[in-house]
């Protein structure tokens, strides 16, 4: 069954503890992701959902609450264009309950906007896609959802990965037609495979329609992937991970996105399904404007190390690597904030740069580099106070402040 809509929250009803009872929101003392001395403390005054001044700290501005950063790190609030679940809850349980769950459980480590990630299963109901699509732009307490992002169906069979053989199709137009009967304009990303037949078609479609033609999945060689390139793809799914890896021989697909400059790069940073050495090295080959650190987050996120199940199969997480009885990886319970700490540890790269891959980078793929993604006059109120770990203190979506961590934790 399908649950009833969230009702959206009025600020003005909201627990004044959360400091949600406010159209404006100053924080001073901040220092920026950008900023070219460390010393330069700022100030960001927000008004309703928008940044609408940046100031030095000692500016007389006023608000209706001001929080003092202490000379904290503020960043824009973290995208993750590739997250099936969290806090328990995946995309597939199809309820409203497993969004909202997914989206609180985001914002605790600094997500504010997301695509739900998921999968299709051809000749089935598929309400939990309809579900999303639903969802797409409502107030989920936390994270905003921001469409969706299907993994398939049209992919290659011998590098599904974790994907189940029922969620695989035919590159077919019709079956497209279907998907975007349940999606319409939330679908906003596509992992394909560019070497099946028919996927020249689907492409095409895709970009016809805004949405993002993604390369995974594939057992594609260079020349095909270079084709698909050309067919309109611009990014790819979990690069290196469920696609040949680089011979120097047979170059595969690989070679193909690092020569190719208009193509970003999703990239698991957690040192388990890539080597730090491979990180780096991908870093260096592409550079940090087309690097884009994702979770890949199952319902593991955010819970403790334990056994659990995902799509009706068994798994155990430990250190936040979950994996089938039989070894396979399915996806990472490592947090987006801790990715960008590992991609700074394991590439010496500025945090500004590690920070701009989970950031700037993802806003740019999905087309809204003039709204998120950047602290700046008109953009979207979100923020992100982080301690030099980058764990989280507090997180703002749309000028509301949706966590904030408790003082002593």
Do not use: W
């Amino acid at each position: 069954m399908v649950g009833p809509a969230p009702t959206p929250q009025n600020p003005k009803d909201s627990d004044s503890l959360d400091g949600n009872d406010m159209t404006s929101l100053l924080i001073t003392n901040c220092r920026l992701p950008d900023a070219r001395d460390e010393a330069s403390l700022r100030s960001v005054l927000v008004r309703d959902s928008s940044i609408e001044r940046i100031a030095d700290a000692d500016s007389q501005l006023d608000a209706d609450r001001v929080i003092d950063a202490g000379g904290r790190l503020v960043t824009p609030g973290f995208i993750d264009v590739h997250i099936q679940g969290a806090g328990g809850a995946d995309t597939l349980d199809a309820t409203s309950e497993a969004l909202q769950t997914i989206s609180q459980t985001c914002v605790r480590f600094g997500v504010t906007s997301f695509l739900a990630t998921t999968i299709y299963k051809p000749g089935q109901r598929n309400d939990h896609l309809k579900l999303a699509a639903q969802y797409t732009g409502r107030d989920l307490g936390g994270a905003q959802l921001l469409g969706v992002h299907l993994e398939g169906p049209f992919i290659s069979p011998h590098k599904r990965g974790m994907i189940q053989p029922d969620c695989l199709g035919e590159a077919s137009t019709a079956i497209l037609a279907d998907i975007y009967t349940l999606l319409g304009s939330t679908l906003k990303m596509m992992t394909v495979a560019p070497e099946l037949p028919g996927s020249e078609e689907i492409i095409h479609t895709l970009v016809r329609h805004g949405a993002v033609a993604s390369f995974g999945h594939s057992k594609a060689t260079y020349d095909e992937t270079l084709r698909g390139f050309d067919m309109g793809i611009t990014h790819v799914t979990h690069t290196f991970n469920a696609m040949p890896s680089l011979h120097h021989r047979d170059p595969g697909p690989l070679a193909a996105v690092f020569e190719h400059p208009g193509v970003t790069c999703q990239v698991i940073t957690d040192g388990i399904h890539i080597h730090p050495s491979v990180v780096r090295l991908t870093y260096k080959a592409v550079g940090p404007e087309r690097f884009v650190t994702i979770t890949d987050g199952i319902q593991a996120l955010g819970l403790p190390d334990g056994r659990y199940v995902y799509n009706g199969m068994e798994y155990e997480c430990r250190s936040g690597t979950p994996r089938y009885k039989d070894g396979t990886l399915i996806g990472t319970a490592v947090t987006l904030n801790e990715l960008a700490a590992r991609l700074i540890r394991f590439t010496q790269c500025p945090p500004a740069e590690a920070i701009r891959t989970i950031t700037e980078n993802p806003a740019r793929v999905l087309g809204l580099g003039r709204t998120k993604g950047r602290i700046a006059p008109g953009y979207d109120a979100d923020l992100v106070i982080l301690e030099k770990d980058l764990s989280v203190r507090a997180t703002i979506v749309g000028g509301r402040i949706v966590h904030q961590r408790r003082e002593g934790v």
